[in-house]
Nanobody, 114 residues
């Protein structure tokens, strides 16, 4: 059983930055992949950024060049650095881990005001 505990998020003005953290109870080094998803009101959950155990990263087109996913294996933590935030980035952000089974964090609200 893997637990993912998220921190960060909050309210920021457009153009600002936030960093989300996701601390795992297990060794993320052994996970197949980890990622960040988001879900805005009335919309489906979508992948924002992902990173594989081999270090390959991928991003949604809407966040390329603005968001960066990174991992600290020693701390079993994955981060999402979000820069140049836009109002359309407003959503609940979820951490995800593929460790054989799929696990989710508790969700963190990110609100970007115009």
């Amino acid at each position: 059983q893997v637990q993912l505990v998220q921190s960060g998020g909050g309210l920021v003005q457009a153009g600002g930055s936030l960093r989300l953290s996701c601390a795992a109870s297990g060794s993320i080094f052994s996970f197949n992949a980890m990622g960040w998803y988001r879900q805005a009101p009335g919309k489906q959950r979508e992948l924002v950024a992902g990173t594989t155990s081999g270090g390959i990263t991928n991003y949604a087109d809407s966040v390329k060049g603005r968001f960066t996913i990174s991992r600290d294996n020693a701390k079993n933590t994955v981060y999402l650095q979000m820069n140049s935030l836009k109002p359309e980035d407003t959503a609940v952000y979820y951490c995800n881990a593929d460790a054989g089974w799929e696990y989710w964090g508790q969700g963190t609200q990110v609100t970007v005001s115009s």
